[in-house]
């Protein structure tokens, strides 16, 4: 019988894991140090959960299933939604703002390729209750100093203000609708598509040409001053400008230089209202992207109370490609105790127990192997000792200590061999 895994799913195998978990737990200390607290929701939710956020159409991009109860279900695609679905049901009456983080998988009904796969995870945070400059600089701050602490070089943060594109569309009185599609084309990036959607509606030349200049400015915050200019008589948009300065300057002060202003970065969905940033690895070609967030109003969409929120999500696969981690050489156990004869067994467990009590990672030979087999399954794990129970020197009160990588041996007293182990290791 042949079983193969699912299309668009992965294995991960021990060195895989092992830089998984080193990753993940460097972005708990991260955010942690930043106040923020995890939480964990469901893998399936209910359906409307993302058709309400996120609009019928998604039901084709998802795992969805009517359970035996005729409850119509989906597996989650991404998190947002089920953390304002949390909020709304747990924490509406908590002080704000909350600071919440999340870790886990996602499913996306989509063709499998490099970078995209129909199981995925996203390691993010929101910070619920805090939409000013403030909130949203100490939000990008943490971004960017978690892929700091991780030693990724090379990236690049790229922030936008949706209010400066809103702005404009809102003066020549789009509805709200076709406004989200306009954005969602921004978003997407194609020039040819805005260019023919935006001939379809009755938009000004003067506002197409705005729009059609600002989606292409890139640069430092100097550009700034440029945007301005270009922005005379557009109320709303020099207001959302105005929020944009600020948050550069509140950037500095958490020490974030090194960005770039996109007024390219959009949303296609009408909750989010302001500030928007995406962090890219240029080396990953066209999966570039490694994490994106912004500031939203999701709850009211659901039918809560208004409460602008500010949040983000790496792409947890894509950030362990951008980081390339050695999968090779893997450090499986410590120390592998070998029972020389079948009479030492007790005592090599009773070692092998002390060990693990000790905090050292150990293994006992359990396969009955003879020594330089069992020397070199040691070898295979990569322990560090070995440690040799023979029946003449457990009576004078020894054991044998190998030291696997100088090729090296000597006998130490029984009473004193783990916390001799303990310091080498």
């Known amino acids: 019988m042949d079983i193969s895994r699912p299309r668009g799913t992965r294995d991960f195998l021990f060195a895989e894991m092992r830089n998984r978990k080193e990753v993940e737990g460097v972005l708990r200390r991260t955010f942690e140090t930043y106040g923020y607290h995890e939480i964990k929701t469901p893998i399936f939710e209910e359906l409307k959960l993302f058709t309400v956020k996120s609009g019928e159409e998604v039901v084709n991009q998802i795992y969805h299933f ?50 995209r796969f129909r199981q995925f995870w996203q390691f993010g945070c929101e910070l619920i209750g805090g939409s000013s400059p403030l909130a949203e600089a100490e939000v990008i701050s943490l971004a960017s100093r978690s892929l700091h602490e991780l030693g990724l070089d090379g990236f ?70 440029e945007v301005e200019e270009y922005l005379g008589g557009y109320s709303e948009s020099l207001e959302a400008l105005e929020e944009f300065r600020k948050l550069v300057e509140t950037l500095h002060y958490f020490g974030v230089e090194d960005y770039h202003v996109n007024l390219g970065i959009a949303r296609g ?24 967030g912004g500031t939203y109003n999701l709850v009211e969409t659901f039918g809560g109370e208004r409460v602008e929120s500010t949040g983000f999500a790496f792409g947890f696969d894509r ?16 120390v592998f105790v070998i029972p020389i004869q079948d009479s030492t067994v007790p005592e090599a467990i009773r070692i ?16 009955g192997r003879k020594l330089r087999k069992a020397l ?32 090296s041996q000597e006998t130490l007293p029984r009473d004193e061999m783990v916390d001799k182990i303990k310091g080498r290791c």
């Open 269 to 292: 969905l009408d909750y989010y209202t302001g500030i928007v940033f995406e962090i890219y690895v240029p080396e990953l070609g066209a999966q570039k992207q490694i994490c994106g």
């Open 376 to 407: 070199s399954h040691a070898d295979n794990l990569g322990a560090r000792f070995a440690v040799l129970t023979g029946e003449r020197e457990l009576q004078e009160g020894k054991v044998t200590v190998k030291d696997m990588e100088r090729n």
């Open 156 to 225: 690049e943060v790229h922030i936008g203000h949706l209010g400066i594109l809103r702005g404009i569309l809102g003066r020549e009185e789009i509805s709200p609708g076709l406004q989200d599609r306009i954005m969602g084309v921004i978003d997407k990036g194609d020039v040819e598509e805005l260019e023919a959607l935006l001939g379809e509606v009755e938009v000004s030349g003067e506002s197409r040409e705005l729009l059609m200049k600002l989606i292409g400015t890139q640069g430092g915050p100097e550009v700034l001053d």
């Open 352 to 367: 092998t127990q002390e060990l693990r009590a000790a905090g050292v990672s150990a293994d006992l030979e359990l396969a």
């Open 66 to 115: 009517t359970d035996k109860g005729g409850r119509e279900l989906a597996l989650r695609p991404e998190l947002t939604a089920p953390v304002a679905r949390l909020y709304m049901n747990e924490m509406q009456k908590k002080p704000k703002p909350i600071k919440m983080y999340y870790f886990g998988s996602c499913f996306r009904y989509e063709r499998p390729q490099a970078g």
């Open 319 to 334: 950030l362990m490609n951008a980081l390339g981690m050695d999968e090779e050489n893997m450090r499986m156990v410590d």
